[in-house]
T-cell receptor, first 113, second 114 residues
Framework: DAKTTQPNSMESNEEEPVHLPCNHS???????IHWYRQLPSQGPEYVIH???SNVNNRMASLAIAEDRKSSTLILHRATLRDAAVYYC??????????????FGAGTILRVKS | GAGVSQSPSNKVTEKGKDVELRCDPI?????LYWYRQSLGQGLEFLIY????????KSGLPSDRFSAERTGGSVSTLTIQRTQQEDSAVYLC????????????FGQGTRLTVV
């Protein structure tokens, strides 16, 4: 399985943008990049995913490097509610058996008011 | 529509007893996952069901753990002869298909073994 590397923790001020990095130097051509987050005392929730092009949705933006060896999740204006553990996960669309969703340690995001 | 439903939400059991945890996935979702999260730790993959294929059991920590999914819908995770180290939140998730679709998580079952 292709692995991802994320910083253990990051801190942001409320109302400011947050850039959460993820390194995946061994990514394969058929790996999609998925992001989930887990708010305190809740199950994880999907944030965004992409393959090559940058992606935007109501929650966040995903910027993918041209060589795809890294990506950045962008929260445009952090709120206190965005304090969570953020997980970057690779999923190979062509794995014969389908692909299980495996979480790493993630990045703990703290948001200061 | 309802999300992923897990029951019970909390379970306290005595060491050595068997427990069953239930997961009702979103209707029509073919993929179902079980995870375990000990206090302050990350999510540990346990087992994955996809349609009628044989489940991926590679994450089950011991033969005391088993899971089944009946009729491609409801799933039950069974832990036999529970130990204190089994205390954790057990999370279930489902998705419409295995590949590149959003997985939806339940709120989990908090298991405490005393």
């Amino acid at each position: 399985d292709a692995k991802t590397t994320q910083p253990n923790s990051m801190e942001s001020n409320e109302e400011e943008p947050v850039h959460l990095p993820c390194n995946h130097s061994t990514i394969s051509g058929t790996d999609y990049i998925h992001w989930y987050r887990q708010l305190p005392s809740q199950g994880p929730e999907y944030v965004i995913h992409g393959l090559t092009s940058n992606v935007n949705n109501r929650m966040a933006s995903l910027a993918i490097a041209e060589d795809r060896k890294s990506s950045t999740l962008i929260l445009h204006r952090a709120t206190l509610r965005d304090a969570a553990v953020y997980y970057c996960i690779l999923r190979d669309v062509y794995m014969e058996y389908g692909n299980k969703l495996v979480f790493g340690a993630g990045t703990i995001l703290r948001v200061k008011s | 529509g309802a999300g992923v439903s897990q029951s019970p939400s909390n379970k306290v059991t005595e060491k050595g007893k068997d427990v069953e945890l239930r997961c009702d996935p979103i209707s029509g979702h073919t993929a179902l996952y079980w995870y375990r999260q000990s206090l302050g730790q990350g999510l540990e993959f346990l087992i994955y069901f996809q349609g009628n294929s044989a489940p991926d059991k590679s994450g089950l920590p011991s033969d005391r753990f088993s899971a089944e999914r009946t009729g491609g819908s409801v799933s039950t995770l069974t832990i036999q002869r529970t130990q204190q180290e089994d205390s954790a939140v057990y999370l279930c998730a489902s998705s419409p298909e295995a590949m590149n679709t959003e997985a939806f998580f339940g709120q989990g079952t908090r298991l405490t073994v005393v």
